[in-house]
């Protein structure tokens, strides 16, 4: 049964990519906000920040933007996850030989997809806005490989949203948090101007060394120990996320 | 381990908290029959097609499906099953033909599309085949999910409740279908609150009341033991149908107007 586990992820995968295909409203809602929120600060609130570089006030807030992109994205994991579980679709799949994991894994890609399209869309408005960079390739793929961790491991607690919900509604309210996070956080204005407890809170949340070390890749400066710190985040929410999901999900399948 | 009955199930038991729904079930399905489990709402029924087809575990006791224990060989036995459950399974974004193309490509079979223009044709949907599904009537949407459930050829179907909510026309649809099926050495149970259609459709029919099977046996044995009140229950129940079929057209020619039909939704709840 195991053996199949790939192939059936594929095949569920073609599948839920065929409902973002046909609804691609789901990635331009995705990618509206964050651009809104860009605007707004660029161009409204950015003249007043100092942010004590040299870069332009857009360099400065874009991996913000992305991962902000990226958390109101994941809700729509949630979201389909939760209609497959309310609809029949789920136990037919469940009553089928295919290898079990393949329902969410499939969700988890697609996710994958639909965010990296979003961020695209982001970064190419970004452009438009005087965003530039002097990253070569491995400093792109370095940023891309946070990214999709990133999508990766907050898409797991959408699976768990999703599985656990009780209504529409409930599925996908659990990531206004994750996409106000990024607000106290060194992405829009320097820790240094908080006030000490809020300041001591943005430097020790995990959006902070994310957004570090994204900016240093981007400006081509050295990341320091933050790229370390920003994994170790990573790593543990993917690995705590993933292991409550599939408790979750072997409870509910049994 | 013994093959000749396609379904075995021995003290089936199960509870949600303090709700015994089933106290230890007892019957089996002999290979190529169609069986009706009847029994009225919150009787079991569901419950024990969940437990057969393996979404659910039971407390206590035994089920074997087509020779492979349901607790120990779960996937052994999806390979032999398939399930069409309450509400019509089937991905409303998706078209009807891409509907059964996964379904085909999930059971890792060859040529997907074939299999499915083959069904499409079968069901009466080729016209209908690259709608969404969400524009499909009640009628439409149940033979789709009975398609799906037919591909790879399962030896044992599950089919729980695949009338309820539908309008008479579509019922006689579905009807048809099943018993197309029995003509083909599958062996189906079949869950429903309808009488009468237990009584056209089944080899056998097994009463669950209360979470036990009360009694098991053909048509003639049932009737047996109640002559009177049944023959005047059976004669009062189809005529109002009789009159509705009849005011409203012969259910063979609704194919040509399904897209008039109610929409799907209204039924499912």
């Known amino acids: 049964m195991t053996s199949h586990a790939l192939g059936d992820t594929g095949v569920l995968t073609g599948r839920s990519l065929r409902h973002i295909l046909r609804s691609p409203d789901t990635i331009l809602t995705t990618a509206v906000t964050p651009v809104a929120l860009m605007l707004l600060f660029v161009y409204v609130l950015g003249g007043a920040i100092r942010t004590g570089s040299s870069e332009s006030y857009v360099n400065y807030m874009l991996p913000g933007i992305l991962l902000i992109t990226i958390a109101s994205g994941i809700a729509y994991t949630a979201y389909r996850l939760f209609l497959d579980l309310q609809g029949g679709i789920f136990e037919r799949f469940q009553s089928m030989p295919i290898a079990r994991s393949s329902v969410l894994w499939a969700h988890v890609l697609t996710s994958l997809v639909a965010n990296l399209v979003s961020v695209t869309v982001v970064i190419g408005v970004a452009l438009v806005m005087g965003f530039r960079t002097g990253a070569n390739v491995a400093n792109w793929l370095a940023v891309a490989g946070i990214l999709i961790l990133f999508t990766v491991a907050l898409t797991w607690i959408a699976v768990i949203a999703g599985l656990s919900a009780k209504t529409v509604d409930g599925a996908s309210a659990f990531s206004y948090p994750l996409i106000f996070l990024p607000f106290i956080s060194s992405a829009f204005v320097p820790t240094a101007s908080m006030p000490a407890p809020v300041a001591w809170f943005a430097q020790n949340q995990p959006v902070t060394s994310i957004v570090n070390t994204i900016r240093a890749l981007f400006a081509q400066q050295s990341i320091g120990g933050d790229i370390w710190i920003a994994l170790a985040w990573l790593v543990g929410i993917l690995a705590v996320a993933y292991a409550f999901a599939v408790t979750i999900y072997r409870r509910k399948i049994s | ?269």
């Open chain 2, 1 to 269: 381990m013994t093959t000749e009955a396609a379904i075995r199930v021995q003290g089936i038991a199960k509870s949600f908290g303090n709700l015994q729904v089933l106290r230890g079930v007892d019957f089996e399905v002999e290979a190529g029959n169609i069986v009706a489990l009847l029994g009225s709402n919150g009787a079991g029924k569901t419950t024990l097609v969940r437990i057969l087809s393996t979404l659910l575990t039971a407390d206590s006791g035994t089920a074997t499906v087509h020779g492979f224990d349901v607790a120990g060989k779960p996937g052994d036995v999806r390979e032999s099953i398939s399930l069409t459950g309450q509400f019509a399974a089937v991905d409303d974004v998706l078209t009807g033909r891409e509907n059964l193309v996964l379904v085909a490509r999930l059971r890792h079979l060859k040529n997907p599309g074939r299999i499915a223009d083959d069904l499409l044709a079968r069901f009466t949907l080729t016209d209908a085949g690259n709608r969404k599904t969400a524009t499909y009537s009640g009628g439409m949407r149940r033979r789709l999910d009975i398609a799906m459930s037919l591909i790879g050829s399962p030896p044992v179907i599950f089919l729980d409740e695949p009338t309820t909510g539908l309008d008479p026309q579509a019922r006689i649809e579905v009807r048809q279908t099943v018993k197309q099926l029995a003509g083909q050495g599958t062996t189906v149970l079949l869950t429903t609150q309808y009488l009468d259609e237990a009584e056209q459709l089944a080899d056998r029919i097994a009463i669950l009341h209360k979470g036990t099977i009360i009694q098991n046996g053909t048509l003639a044995e049932l009737q047996q033991l109640l002559p009177a009140a049944e023959v005047e229950y059976v004669q009062k129940q189809p005529s109002l149908e009789d009159v509705f079929l009849a005011l409203t057209g012969d259910p063979r020619e609704a194919d040509a107007d399904d897209d008039r039909r109610v929409p799907a939704g209204k039924e499912l709840r």
